[in-house]
């Protein structure tokens, strides 16, 4: 059937009805295919770098740990801890949205022309598509408020560091490794979920710049408050592997600020720009 449609429309012939939602269709599986193969790809040399890399320097161990992760990705779609994903999850996302969308509306329209057997078949393939394309789960690490983290960006894969200001309220940026003590932080207080995130260099706390904090206020570093829960920050699992911390007091999301140089707060919980990747450092 795929091949009848395909060949029709190449060779300029009029379609039926369900014919040409069925070619519609057929095009998007084959993008979202081709999206598919390149974030897998992508996630493949990553690693196939960083097992190079690790037997370049003699590291026997880093070689071993990346290549069970390599094994783990190719063969279940665990997602690896060695190398970004945050970008992997990202196109995921959206391919399998658009897709998603594509087969809503096609089922749609093989419903209404009477077609259940193609709707049948579309329901299906879309089963099987979308499956495909999870992720095994990665869960985050429990927060253990005696050890130091660093708190990633995923969309630009950065990493928040305490950058400038003053010494009372020292502003944060951000920096490409997590080397140094401005990029360490530490979650205390996370019986309930809610820590308070101090920075290892000047001992403040992450915390909205004004007590009537809207969306689009900067995070700053500042001591200890009173006002306890404006300083509170609620660990959310997100996508696997991923976070968002919301503002325990008004519910925002920590996100990149809209210049990119910084922290606000903002209500869009689902973009991608209050998606955070917890990593403990060594």
């Known amino acids: 059937m795929c091949a ?12 039926e009805p369900a014919d040409d939602v069925r070619a519609r269709l057929d095009k998007a599986i084959a993008a979202h295919r081709m999206a598919m193969d390149k974030a897998f790809n992508d996630i493949d040399d990553a690693l196939s770098s960083k097992i190079e890399l690790f037997r370049k320097q003699g590291d026997r161990e880093g070689l071993k740990r990346v290549k069970a992760e390599l094994e783990a990705w190719q063969s279940t779609r665990k997602l690896p801890r060695s190398v970004p994903t945050a970008l992997y999850q990202v196109n995921i996302d959206k391919t399998t949205k658009t897709l998603t969308l594509e087969f809503d509306r096609a089922l749609r329209e093989f419903t209404k022309l009477g077609r259940d057997d193609l709707a049948d078949v579309a329901e299906k393939e879309r089963g099987d598509l979308l499956k495909a394309g999870k992720p ?16 990633q960006a995923a969309k630009s894969q950065r990493y928040a560091a305490a950058s400038g200001g003053t010494s ?11 080397d140094d003590t401005p990029a360490h932080w530490q979650m205390t207080g996370s019986a309930d979920g809610v820590v308070r995130i101090v920075n ?18 900067d995070v700053v570093l500042k001591g200890p408050l009173k006002t306890v829960g404006h300083q509170g920050w609620r660990v959310i699992p997100a996508e696997p592997g991923l976070v968002r911390l919301r503002h325990e007091r ?7 600020a809209a210049d990119g140089k910084g922290l ?6 689902k973009s991608p720009d209050s998606l955070w990747k917890i990593l403990r450092l060594p």
């Open 4 to 15: 009848l449609v395909l060949a029709c429309v190449l060779a300029g012939v009029a379609l």
């Open 136 to 151: 095994a789960e990665t869960s985050q690490p429990a927060i253990d408020a005696k050890m130091w983290y660093s708190i």
């Open 168 to 178: 009372a309220t020292p502003d944060i940026g951000f920096v490409d490794k997590p």
């Open 200 to 217: 290892r260099k000047t001992s403040k706390i992450l915390t909205p710049a004004l007590v009537q904090a809207t969306s689009g206020t």
């Open 250 to 256: 008004t519910g925002r999301f920590l996100s990149t």
């Open 264 to 269: 606000a707060l903002a209500d869009d919980a």
